[in-house]
Every structure is written in C-alpha cells, then in structure tokens.
C-alpha cells in the first residue's frame, strides 16, 4: 500500500543556524548537549513515518516529546530543518504559496485541541467556513455545513453562538468544520485533551463511528496512552524528539522495544485493551466451551468464562474460524514485562 503521507529524515532544530546544527544531530549530539554547547533546540531527530490512506496514526508521548512539533511540519505550518514531508508522493517543501495554500485548503484540514471557534459567528457559519474560504456559493456551504454539524449531533444548534454550548459540543462543530472542507487527510492536535472525560469518551467514539464510514487518513495527538490503543491503526511514540517505536498498538503493548516502551505501558488496563485476535494461537481441533470474536477484547472472555483459567474458545471471524484462546494464555497476556530499573 503506498502510504498517503511519508516523513523521510525530518529533522527540527528550533534556533538561528537550524540547518547547520543538523550534522551535530546527526553525529548523536543530544538535546541536552545541543542546548548547552549551541544554545538551539532539537524538537524532532531523525523521524521516519508511514501514514496509510484510511488509517488512524497516532502520535503520541509526554510533553516536550515533539508531537506537536512533528503534526505542524505536515502542512507547513512549522519547515524542517532537514528531510522530506511526501503527500501522496509529492515533497511539500517543493510547494509554492499558491500549492502550499491550496494543500491546506483541500488536501488537509485541522482540529485544534481550544476548538479555535469564530466568537462572532454562529455555528453553522463556523462549520461552512472551509467551503467559504474556497469560494463555494452560499447554498453549498449552507447545505454541507448542516449536513456535517446533524452527522456529529449538532442538528438544531446552527442559529446559536460558540459561547451557547458546552466544550464538548464546541468540539463536535470543530469535527463538522473539518469535514465540511471535505478533505482526505485530517489533523487532530490533542482535539479531545481539554474535554471531561466522559465527554472524551464520546467524542472518541464519535470520530470512530464517522472514520467506518468516511475512511480519512487521520492524524491524531495525543498524550493519553488509554486514548491512543483506542483509536490508533497505526501508532509512533515519541520521545525527546525521536520515534522510541511504531507499530500495530497490540504488537507494542505485547512486545516493547526498550524499558522505556515497557515502562510507558506498564500501568494500562491489558485486559480492556487486548484484542483476542492477538493473543490467539492456530485451531487444533480439540473441544472448545465456545465461540469468541477475534475483535473481543480479554475483558470479554474473562466475563464469558466467568474466571475458569480451563475453558478454550474457538476464535472467529464471522462464521470463520481463526484461531483459538486457551485461558491461560489469556492471563498470560495480561501480565506486563517489567521495565529495566523500575521495579525489583
């Protein structure tokens, strides 16, 4: 599959002489280092990233990891100081004003973490904007405004004001704004961070219901790990400006790269996260107390078993069976590996 948007060697060097700095990074300068010595600041080293058409990727780490850092360079809202930014195939350092505008009207649209929501105007005039900044004619942005603010529940609010609705029905117009653009990628910096939780949780279900049908390739921030297994395809966890490890979500919660990744997921609810299809093992043919969907989650099994560690489960994928789930295995699955240096 060739990826939608690819991140070649990028490099981020905030300071006066960021180009030249790159080769001190390069000859593994650190952050630390860099600062001291040079008085710049490395924000991103080295970073290499496959975003798939109609995938998820989430980018993720703690603060000051340059996640936000690396979501901006996507549509130039932040250059590189070295490497490649390649939307479908294209360098978007080779864009002119014009391309470059025309990229970020059309190609990519954003949500941002405070809504950044027209005071002054009312919701429907802020979820047509896109199409009005494009120059579409009124009943077109007046219809596809409507259409995209009813998907996200905002139906019967259009005539009301930001200041009129709560933080997270100030969010939903910000999703229905993006969509409105009718854009193939989307970029979500830390869109949820600043909602209740109960209020995240429906928004994230929200943006999972709309990404079945719509297929978006998304490009979502985050510092939430919960946040991250929940809705990434695809996720790269960064730290002190480079990516740690990128991968499928269950593979890294299974299998951490270094302490540091151990370390990171060491505290998450396996049981709630993990999939069956991946701790599954091929079908033997013996006698199973039941059928299970690869899509389960261990929580699942656990309630089905009701505890007994002796039941087996066929797995299946609609009427095909794939696999099967010892229990043992299962409670196997949910025992992290302990971090180098973190616990004794």
Not at 259 to 271: C, G, K, L, Q, T
Request: proline content about 3%; overall charge negative; charged content about 25%.
């Amino acid at each position: 599959m060739t990826a939608k948007v690819s991140l070649r060697g990028l490099y981020k060097i905030f300071g006066p002489d960021d180009a030249a700095m790159v080769r001190h990074v390069k000859a593994g300068m650190d952050k630390g280092t860099l600062l001291e010595r040079h008085k710049h600041v490395l924000g991103l080293r080295d970073i290499n990233v496959d975003m798939q058409p109609g995938e998820i990727t989430v980018i993720m780490g703690l603060s000051g990891s340059g996640k936000s850092t690396l979501i901006r360079h996507l549509n130039r809202l932040i250059d590189p100081s070295a490497g490649e930014i390649l939307v479908d195939g294209q360098d978007v350092m080779t864009l002119g004003q014009g391309a470059l505008r025309s990229l970020r009207q059309k190609q990519m649209s954003m949500v941002f973490q405070k809504f950044a929501l027209l005071p002054h105007k009312t919701v429907l005039e802020n979820a047509q904007l896109p199409l009005s900044v494009q120059g579409a004619d009124k009943a077109t942005c007046d219809s596809e405004g409507r259409k995209w603010l009813a998907r996200v529940g905002l139906e019967g609010f259009e005539d009301r004001y930001p200041s009129q609705l709560s933080g997270g029905m100030q969010q939903r117009v910000g999703i229905a704004r993006a969509l409105t653009a009718n854009t193939d990628i989307m970029l979500m910096d830390e869109a949820f961070s600043a909602l209740d939780p109960l209020i995240r949780t429906d928004m994230q279900n929200l943006l999972l219901e709309l990404q079945k049908e719509l297929h978006k390739t998304i490009v979502f921030i985050t510092h939430d790990l919960d946040e991250a297994l929940k809705l990434a395809d695809h996720l790269v966890i960064l730290k002190d400006g480079a990516v740690v490890q990128q991968g499928e979500p269950q593979g890294i919660l299974l299998r951490p790269a270094d302490p540091y990744i151990e370390d990171f997921v060491s505290d998450i609810n396996r049981a709630r996260v993990l999939r069956v299809r991946s701790v599954m093992t091929a079908h033997d043919g013996q006698t199973c107390q039941g059928d299970v969907a690869a899509t389960a989650t261990l929580e699942d099994v656990i309630a089905l078993s009701d505890g007994d560690t002796n039941h087996t489960y066929r797995v299946c994928e609609g009427d095909t069976v794939v696999g099967q789930l010892h229990m043992a295995d299962l409670v196997r699955a949910l025992v992290p590996r302990v971090a180098s240096g973190r616990r004794s």
